[in-house]
């Protein structure tokens, strides 16, 4: 169980710094309103991603 809250956790990593890179350098956004954009995004689409993960393991037992 702990390595599936360790992978959800990189991928929200991952996913939050490389869609505040990308929206400071397109310069559509501050440094300050990339990162809560960033993990905005990353929160909301990690969190489906985690339920349904979640939902699978526990259809397997």
Do not use: E
């Not at 390595?3 to 929200?12: E, S």
């Not at 939050?16 to 440094?31: E, H, K, N, P, Q």
């Not at 689409?45 to 339920?51: H, L, N, V």
């Amino acid at each position: 169980m702990r390595r599936i809250y360790l992978k959800h956790i990189a991928i929200f990593l991952f996913t939050g710094s490389a869609l505040a890179l990308l929206s400071y350098y397109f310069d559509a956004y501050s440094v300050k309103q990339a990162i809560i954009f960033g993990a905005s995004v990353a929160f909301l689409s990690g969190w489906f991603y985690f339920r349904q993960d979640i939902k699978a393991h526990k259809l397997k037992d």
